[in-house]
């Protein structure tokens, strides 16, 4: 199972209109991408080998899909993303990154890419687009870098990707399978609030699944967080926005408080 723009120069961004069969499309091109280095391969010398195969894992063209994205290491590839669509556009909010996320399946997988949104994207746009660098980051694979980015619709519904995992036992022992998909869930603050990172405020929660497992956090921007305020056994419902993985822990996020509802503290 598996967030406008500011200086688009910087990117490497370049937005060309084409016209044609009564429509306009938006292409984008970014050049984000940055070598961090690709992984160390044994030659492969073995009796089948042959001349230049260094038994390196393959990254040319012709790789294509949401999984070869994720299983690739880090560094340049050509992996083709095609029509997926945005669910959620993510904010830069001091040292987290803007990005925006892709998915098709209600069961995923999904990707982040970690670049400011270009100017225009919008959930619910249907993509494609190619990703030409790929960075693990506290555990989890990231695009960050993509060319000939596409827009072929606009608009579509994404609420039928939103999984319902309040009562989902695996959501942290499973949780690549989990990984920045669409979520609603119902949760109880088990412990005290903490902070989040500069900038958020997180806990430990539970839910009907997942109960003693304190890998399992909501974590919100301090203003958000304050505005209610939330407190441990605080219960609330979470719903349309992606679960985020760090490292060994899920996630579970709002960054706005339409995302917040049904909140009851003691």
Known sequence: MGMDGV???????AIVSVVGCGETRRI???DAARDTGAADAATDAGPDATPGDTGAPDTGPGLEGIDAVLTSPDGPVDVAIRDMLVTYLRPAIEEDQA????????????????????AGLAVGDRVSFRVTDVVTQISHKRATGIVDLTTSSSGNDVSFLIQDVSSTADLVTNLDDYAHELIRVDLTISALP?????????????????TGDARLHLRLPLALWASYPLA???????EGTPLWAYNENGQIS???AAEISDVVCP
């Open 7 to 13: 200086r688009l120069l910087a990117w490497g961004i």
């Open 28 to 30: 984008v091109e970014v």
């Open 99 to 118: 990005g925006f996320f892709v998915q098709s399946e209600v069961t995923g997988p999904a990707l982040v890419v970690q670049i400011e949104p270009p």
């Open 194 to 210: 903490e902070a989040g990172g500069t900038g958020f405020t997180r806990a430990a929660v539970e839910t009907g699944g997942v």
């Open 232 to 238: 441990q056994w605080c219960t609330l419902h979470v």
């Open 254 to 256: 709002a960054w706005d």
